[in-house]
């Protein structure tokens, strides 16, 4: 079979409404409000490393403990509704870290109506979304906060692949019929999008060809990126359904 052909049957194939429930994505297909929607997914993404029913069961701890009203607790919560978060731990990630990403997100949610704007602005100006990837975490960190709590938001101008950052953007970006992605943020392009690359998407792209770059960085990244253009240059980071779902479900 042609690479073309692989790479479109297995985004056809796991690119289906089935793949939300085992998925970080089915967090923010809990709601419907924009806001809600970004900051759900947002959370999600972050907690997203690691075994993906431990990921989702944390993830919706979480929501819970923010009422099931993510935005609603960002914009009135206060110290004493921080204080039920200090049970709150998935891996490295702890209560220290889930205060800090409640108050930088309501601090970012009090400038901007939408993390969307952020986003939007710097892909404007510059025409890339690392633009935004590297504003967004400027933003992000602007408050005092412990040096720990940095390693949950990648830094691309480290060489980091942002795989979680990538991965929300994606459901934030892409929009098609099959209602997996929101596609909520509309005036930025699936083509500028790049490709979440992790252990089992790098596996499958260097096993493919698609991949030479040993280490799962941000040049790997542009380069999977790039390569992955090739076969569509509209919406590249489609075939993230493919590599994962091959990595995942079938072991390639």
Known sequence: MQLSELLEEKYD????????????????????????????????????????????????????????DPYY??????????????SFTHRTFNSIDAHYFIKALANIYR?????????????????????????????????????????????IRKGAAAKRLNMFLRWMVRSDDRGVDFGIWKDIPASALYIPLDIHTGKVARGLGL???????????????????????NDPVKYDFALFGMGIFEGK
């Open 13 to 68: 194939q796991y690119n289906r409404k089935e793949f939300i429930e085992g998925d970080p994505v089915c967090i923010p297909h809990m709601f419907s409000q924009s806001q809600n929607i970004e900051i759900a997914g947002f959370l999600a993404a972050a907690l997203a490393w690691g075994q993906r029913n431990t990921i989702i069961r944390n993830a919706k701890d979480l929501i819970s403990m923010m009422g099931n």
């Open 73 to 86: 607790f960002l914009m009135h919560a206060d110290e004493n509704d921080l204080i039920d978060l200090g």
């Open 111 to 155: 400038k901007y109506e939408s993390m969307y704007q952020i986003f939007r602005k710097a892909y404007e100006r510059e025409g890339s979304i690392e633009a935004g990837l590297k504003n967004f975490r400027e933003l992000f960190f602007e408050l005092p906060h412990l040096t720990r709590t940095e390693k949950h938001i990648a830094d």
């Open 211 to 233: 991949l030479t770059r040993r280490q799962n960085d941000w040049k790997a990244v542009l380069e999977l990126t790039g390569n992955l253009k090739r076969f569509d240059p």
